[in-house]
């Protein structure tokens, strides 16, 4: 378990990390996470909002990233303090670690960068929860390599993220036994929903997906024993700047949650 303000991550009780892929606007920001926020007290879940100030690896040069960095932070400072949530982001760089730490709780390595030494060493020494997002191109077996590199940079604050595995071209697939898997190595275990069901560059210059099996892939993690869960959720996603295709819609993420809960609580 990891103990995070005040409450506890990978116990009895679901904790979900979510919020829009990118930011956009503050008014989205807000929405979201106050419509989350409300949500989650509802039912009883622990929430962390999520949302990147860059969203480094995009299909086009020309493909929205976000904000940047400083105003990036600027704005998730302003949603933590405002709603008094804890935040999760992304890092590309290892000189950005010790910055994005002042504002976020837990830091998150993207998927793509996973077995970047210095990028998971630098993320290590804030002494922040570092979420390891799980390689498209690795076994789970393999992330037991990653973990170490993070404990003997002196940190055990530590969450490994699954979002599915490359299955030939613009196409993901699960394989549940990663949950199990990694949990052997004794940290909570996140799955991503919807990066799961992204079609990676399937639209040409840009990547598609299809949220409609968003709930059915959360469900399943639910069911193998995941600790956590993470969705990228937006007020509009036909309208969202950043992967859009595969993100869930704000007014669908009670229900979701809802039995993604219930099914936490039987396997429990």
Do not use: W
């Not at 989350?36 to 480094?56: P, R």
């Not at 949530?85 to 670690?97: G, K, N, R």
């Not at 598609?208 to 993690?221: K, Q, W």
């Not at 995941?226 to 009670?254: I, Q, R, S, T």
């Amino acid at each position: 378990m990891l103990k995070l303000k005040n409450f506890e991550i990978g116990n009895d009780k679901l904790t979900i990390l979510a919020g829009p892929c990118a930011i956009e606007t503050m008014d989205i920001l807000k929405q979201t996470a106050e419509g989350l926020k409300k949500t989650c007290e509802k039912l009883g879940i622990n929430y962390v909002f999520k949302s990147s100030f860059d969203k480094a690896n995009r299909s086009s040069i020309t493909s929205y990233r976000g904000v940047g960095m400083e105003k990036g932070l600027e704005m998730l400072a302003q949603i933590k303090k405002e709603f008094e949530l804890p935040i999760v982001t992304d890092i590309h760089l290892p000189e950005q670690a010790a910055v994005v730490a002042e504002v976020a709780d837990i830091i998150q390595i993207p998927a793509f960068l996973c077995r970047q030494t210095d990028l998971l060493v630098a993320a290590a020494k804030t002494g922040k929860i570092v979420n390891i997002k799980k390689g498209q191109f690795l076994a789970p077996q393999q992330m037991k390599s990653l973990v170490k590199k993070v404990e003997e940079s002196g940190n055990k604050n530590i969450m490994l993220t699954d979002r599915g595995v490359t299955f030939g071209y613009n196409n993901l697939v699960v394989d549940y036994r990663a949950i199990p898997i990694m949990k052997e190595f004794g940290y909570p275990v996140v799955f991503d929903a919807t990066h799961s069901v992204q079609m990676p560059g399937s639209n040409g210059d840009s990547t598609g997906g299809d949220r409609r099996f968003v709930p059915t892939l959360a469900n399943a993690a639910m069911a193998a024993g995941a600790d956590v869960l993470f969705f990228e959720v937006h007020p509009n996603p036909d309208c969202a700047l950043c992967d859009g295709p595969n993100m869930l819609a704000l007014k669908d993420a009670e229900q979701v949650f809802e039995k993604c809960k219930a099914i936490f609580e039987i396997v429990r």
